[in-house]
C-alpha cells in the first residue's frame, strides 16, 4: 500500500527525516509516535504528496508520488493537525463544497454526506461551523475526507485536544473504517490510543525510525515483564507491606517460584499472584530518554 525507501526531507541544513524505510500494509492501521519535531507529520505529508523528499522514493499503491501523485491522491484522504474549517458556512454547505471539488454529482454528495454525519453523531448539518465546539469541528474536518470515499486515510493528530468521550470515539470510529477494508496511518501523542486501536506501532526519534512492528514485538525486543506477588505471613519479613499484606515485585520468574514454594511450605495465605507487561508508554520513555 505505502512504501518508503531511504527517504530523507531536508531543510536547509536541519534533517526533518533521515533515511527513512517504511511500510504500510493494506489493511491496517500503523500508528507513528515520536517527539515534537521528531519528523512525524513530515512524514505524512511525504505520503500524501504535499512534500516532496530530498532523498528516496514514495510510492503509494505502487505509483511513485513523484510521477503519478494526482491519481494516487484521488485514493486518499488527508487530515492535517491543524484543519480550520469556513466558519460562515453550515456543516452541509462546507461539505457540499468540498464534494463538487471531488467532482460528485450533487444528489450522491447529499447521500454521501447524510450517511456520514449519521455514522458520527453530528445532527446540526444547518449549524454554521464556526458555532461547533473543537469535538464537532473534527468530526467534520474527518467527514470531508471521507467524503470520497479513499481506501487510504493519512490523519496527523485525529483526537488532538479533545475531551475523553470525544477522542475515544474518533479512536473507535477509526476502528470501525478499518473494518471496512480501509488502511489508515496516524500521528498521536496519545499512547493509551495508540497501543489500543493500531496494528502495528512505529517510533521516531530526530527524523529517524527507531521501531516498527506489532506490540507483542516490541514488547518482547524492548519491554520487560513484572510478576507481582502478594501475601499473608505470621512473621516478620524482609519485603514491602501494603494493608497488612506482604508484596514482592521482580522481573526474574525464578525468585517468583522460590517465593511460591516458600509460601507452600510456611503455609502462608496467597493473596495475589499477577504479571504486568510493559504498556507501550514504558517502551517510549525508555526509547526517548537513552
Known amino acids: 500500500m505505502i512504501k518508503l525507501t531511504g527517504v530523507t526531507k531536508l531543510y536547509k ?8 524505510n517504511l511500510e504500510v500494509r493494506q489493511g491496517e492501521i500503523l500508528g507513528i509516535i515520536g517527539h515534537n519535531g521528531a519528523g512525524k507529520s513530515t512524514t505524512l505529508k511525504m505520503m ?23 491519481n494516487v491522491k484521488r485514493q486518499i484522504g488527508y487530515l492535517p ?3 480550520p474549517l469556513y466558519e460562515n458556512m453550515t456543516v ?9 471539488l471531488y467532482g ?6 447529499k447521500a454521501r454526506i447524510d450517511e456520514l454525519l449519521g455514522s458520527l453523531k453530528l445532527k446540526d448539518q444547518k449549524k454554521l461551523t464556526g458555532e461547533l465546539s473543537k469535538g464537532m469541528k473534527r468530526k467534520v474536518a474527518i467527514a470531508r475526507c471521507l467524503l470520497h470515499d479513499p481506501s487510504l486515510l493519512i490523519l496527523d493528530e485525529p483526537n488532538s485536544g479533545l475531551d475523553p468521550l470525544t477522542s475515544f470515539f474518533i479512536i473507535d470510529y477509526l476502528k470501525q473504517l478499518r473494518g471496512q477494508g480501509k488502511t489508515i496511518v496516524l500521528s498521536a501523542h496519545n499512547l493509551f490510543h ?11 526519534k530526530d527524523g529517524r525510525l527507531l521501531v516498527c512492528d506489532n506490540m507483542e514485538a516490541i514488547r518482547r525486543s524492548l519491554g520487560i515483564r513484572e510478576y507481582q506477588v502478594i501475601f ?25 517460584a522460590g517465593l511460591l514454594h516458600n509460601i507452600s511450605d ?4 496467597l493473596v495475589d499472584l499477577s504479571v504486568r507487561q510493559s504498556a507501550l508508554e514504558d517502551i517510549y520513555v525508555k526509547l526517548m530518554t537513552n
Open 104 to 109: 460528485m454529482p450533487k444528489k450522491a454528495a
Open 81 to 83: 493537525e491543524e484543519s
Open 48 to 70: 500524501v504528496g504535499l512534500v516532496a523528499p530530498t532523498a528516496g522514493s514514495v510510492e503509494i499503491l505502487g505509483r511513485d508520488m513523484s510521477r503519478d501523485s494526482t
Open 92 to 100: 452541509e454547505e462546507y461539505l457540499l463544497f468540498f464534494s463538487e
Open 13 to 20: 541544513h536541519f534533517a526533518a527525516v533521515s533515511d527513512l
Open 266 to 269: 510456611n503455609n502462608w495465605a
Open 232 to 256: 499473608k505471613a505470621d512473621q516478620s519479613l524482609d519485603y514491602e507491606q501494603h494493608e497488612g499484606n506482604y508484596v514482592f515485585k521482580t522481573a526474574d520468574i525464578s525468585e517468583i
Open 194 to 204: 495508540i497501543e489500543y486501536i493500531c496494528d502495528r506501532v512505529a517510533i521516531m
